[in-house]
């Protein structure tokens, strides 16, 4: 399940359900205070007829421990990431996304393209944020660095994600124009 995941790109999460039915989930994600005993303790004496095996027990390695783990470190980078380089990534992200809208194509990783392709797309990127059409409209064009910046942060958002960086040429370099 989790490489379909990863390979789809999916965000599989946990959400707390709220309502008096819900015992067993509000304190395992609410009284964090206790131990794994204390919850099993609680746990066989509410229940009735009581739903645990004998042998119950809440083990930290269990997938859902992995992913609710993995969700916890993820919020945990973002949040040491600057809020302003967070939001410069995210807005050049959403331009991308809009970019890509333009083409159209639903391949934002660019996974479908040839390198020389890539190479195309994202320079009519470049070129899309170097005259400003996604500035504020005070604005006629933006600075040739902003629309670098633009292109490293969209590169930048597919590697965190697991894709390749889209402005490597088909030897594995970066291209002269993203240089």
């Not at 859902?64 to 945990?76: E, G, H, K, V, W």
């Not at 292109?151 to 002269?176: E, F, Q, V, Y």
Request: hydrophobic share 35%.
């Amino acid at each position: 399940m989790g490489q379909d995941l990863i390979k789809r790109r999916v965000c599989n999460y946990s959400q707390h359900l709220a309502g008096e039915e819900n015992i067993i989930a509000d304190s395992l994600s609410r009284d964090t205070h206790l131990s794994q005993e204390q919850h099993i303790t609680c746990f066989t004496h509410i229940s009735c007829p009581p739903l645990f095996p004998q042998n119950f027990l809440i083990t930290p390695f269990s997938p859902l421990f992995f992913l609710d783990r993995l969700a916890s470190t993820i919020s945990a980078q973002e949040a040491g990431v600057n809020l302003a380089t967070h939001t410069e990534y995210a807005r050049s992200w959403r331009h991308w996304l809009e970019l890509c809208r333009r083409i159209p194509t639903n391949d934002p990783y660019l996974e479908s393209f040839t390198p020389p392709e890539r190479n195309i797309i994202i320079c009519v990127f470049m070129d899309t944020v170097r005259n400003g059409e996604f500035a504020p409209r005070c604005f006629n064009s933006v600075k040739g660095e902003t629309a670098k910046q633009a292109a490293d942060h969209m590169a930048a958002t597919i590697i965190s994600s697991g894709g390749a960086d889209p402005r490597l040429d088909s030897s594995g370099n970066k291209c002269l124009q993203f240089r």
